[in-house]
C-alpha cells in the first residue's frame, strides 16, 4: 500500500495504516479557497488509487484535504505525526 506525498514514497505498511487512520476522525466541511500545499496518493492492496489534496488548516492545531471533491478538517497532530514518521517535510505542507 504505497503512499506518496511530494516526491516522498513509502509502501510501509504500518505507515500507511497510520497515515491513513490519521484522517479517519476528519469531518466534512463547506468547499473553500484553499491552495493546495501537497498531494497523497495512497495506492491499495487491490491496486486501487486514493488520491488527496493536503491544504494548509487555519491553525496549527487541524489538518485539512480534499477527498473525491469534498473538503475535510481534522485533527492534525496525528496525521503530520505520521506524515513525518513516513519521512515526509511537514513543514513544507504549511
Known amino acids: 500500500m504505497p503512499v506518496a506525498v511530494g516526491m516522498r514514497q513509502t509502501s510501509g505498511r504500518r505507515h500507511c495504516e497510520a497515515i491513513l487512520a490519521a484522517l479517519g476522525p476528519a469531518q ?5 479557497k484553499c491552495k493546495k500545499s501537497g498531494e497523497m496518493i495512497v495506492t491499495l492492496a487491490d491496486q486501487k488509487s486514493l488520491y488527496f489534496q493536503i491544504l494548509p488548516g487555519h ?3 487541524n489538518a485539512e484535504y480534499v477527498y473525491e471533491g ?3 478538517s481534522g485533527p492534525g497532530a496525528d496525521f503530520y505525526k505520521a ?3 513516513a ?3 511537514t513543514t513544507l505542507l504549511k
Do not use: F, M
Request: proline share 6%; net charge neutral.
Open 59 to 61: 491553525n496549527s492545531s
Open 28 to 32: 466534512e466541511v463547506p468547499a473553500h
Open 87 to 89: 519521512g515526509v517535510d
Open 83 to 85: 506524515l513525518r514518521t
Open 70 to 72: 469534498k473538503y475535510y
